[in-house]
């Protein structure tokens, strides 16, 4: 077993955490304890390895044009694929009418409180922090992104003059990394414990009513993984697509277990480095950004759960209401948050914002966690093919 690699482990783990599922039930969730301490082991390391390796890869860049070109490609690579991930979820819902013939007495009423959206500048203003240090103590990880920018350019203006500063940065990257190493460890124990927890309480109930949303859903979700990255691994980042679903399940048990982007984010960043060969610079800098702001998965699943509720009620939204569902989803995904559960809330706020009733979300919340799984697996497959093709245009790999 001190042999094996830690990513088999965690294979046997997510394999092993099925099969205790299955056989003992919801008696299981004994053992949910530690998977909850897993997550939180993932939680306190997140700010600080966001923040260090941001600021570490920022000045180690060096050159402020060479980092807008890098900002500039990166926006636009997960501003379009978002957008392309909403369409496909349109098509997909559309095609197979998941709502049409879904008896309205099976929706459970209340669960869900209604919130108000967000106007998109106040989406824009609180991305920046008043108080930085209250950034990181709350974990707010798109303020601490947003800060930990600005220092890193102003070290790099400085220039020698903050030569100690950037070591500082550069030395806490490193120990972060020697951290994520060791919380790491136990991802196997904790992948097993959440794995086992969600298929104990849930089971095989999961395709009862909800069953064709939760298909298309998945169908959409693979769709975009098997047709749009596929086309931008072998034309833009030239990466051999055999090679990347080899290595990719990796980052996926981690992703299916935690259902948090952010959380997710030390061992992305670790096989972008170590297996795609990426350098530090830029997979610490792309891929903290993507995990906060870029969601194609949870735009395909918002576009499907919005479609699919439109169909519940007999509503056929035209063609401008659809190009106006992508442009909000896609403002919304900005915003989301990239943790456990934040789809949630972000479509109940959708379903208000399109005049669409949102009672469904009370029966969709119980088995969210299953669809989550796939939505944040998609949403960290995407950081990792943009973070692919701007590696190769910039020849940033090592």
């Not at 997960?78 to 991930?85: E, L, P, S």
């Not at 020698?160 to 460890?185: L, R």
């Not at 299916?256 to 060969?277: C, H, M, N, Q, R």
């Amino acid at each position: 077993m001190k042999k094996m690699q830690l990513s088999t482990k965690v294979f046997i783990g997510f394999a092993l955490g099925i099969l205790l599922g299955l056989i003992f039930k919801e008696k299981i969730l004994i053992i949910k304890p530690l998977g909850d301490l897993f997550l939180r082991l993932i939680k306190m390391i997140v700010v600080p390895l966001v923040f260090f390796s941001i600021i570490s890869g920022i000045t180690s860049m060096g050159d402020i044009q060479k980092l807008k070109k890098v900002g500039t490609k990166t926006l636009l690579y997960y501003i379009v694929t978002t957008g392309i991930a909403g369409i496909i979820g349109i098509i997909v819902a559309r095609t197979l009418k998941p709502g049409t013939g879904f008896v309205l007495d099976q929706v459970a009423k209340g669960s869900v409180e209604m919130k108000a959206i967000p106007k998109f500048s106040e989406v824009i203003l609180n991305m920046v922090p008043i108080n930085p240090f209250e950034a990181l103590v709350k974990g707010d990880l798109m303020q601490v992104i947003i800060f930990s920018i600005f220092l890193g350019i102003g070290i790099t203006l400085a220039g020698k003059k903050a030569e100690k500063f950037k070591n500082i940065f550069d030395a806490g990257s490193q120990t972060m990394y020697k951290v994520t190493n060791i919380v790491m460890e136990f991802s196997p124990i904790g992948v097993t414990a959440l794995i086992a927890s969600s298929v104990g309480e849930y089971g095989l109930k999961i395709f009862g009513p909800l069953g064709k949303f939760i298909i298309a859903d998945y169908i959409a979700m693979i769709t975009v993984i098997l047709v749009l990255y596929s086309l931008m691994l072998k034309f833009i980042a030239k990466v051999s697509i055999k090679d990347f679903y080899r290595i990719m399940p990796k980052i996926w048990a981690v992703t299916a277990s935690t259902t948090s982007s952010s959380g997710t984010l030390p061992v992305t960043i670790k096989v972008a480095e170590e297996d795609f060969g990426v350098k530090e610079e830029l997979a610490s800098f792309t891929l903290p950004l993507g995990a906060t702001m870029n969601m194609n998965g949870a735009v395909g699943y918002l576009a499907v759960a919005t479609i699919f509720v439109a169909q519940i009620y007999g509503i056929d939204m035209p063609i401008a209401q659809q190009a106006m569902l992508i442009l909000m989803t896609t403002m919304i995904a900005v915003g989301a948050p990239g943790i456990p559960g934040g789809g949630i809330v972000l479509t109940v706020m959708l379903l208000g914002t399109m005049g669409l009733p949102a009672d469904i979300m009370g029966l969709i919340a119980g088995i969210y966690r299953i669809i989550d799984m796939g939505h944040t697996s998609l949403n960290v497959t995407g950081d990792v093919v943009s973070t692919l093709c701007i590696a190769r245009s910039e020849n940033m790999f090592k």
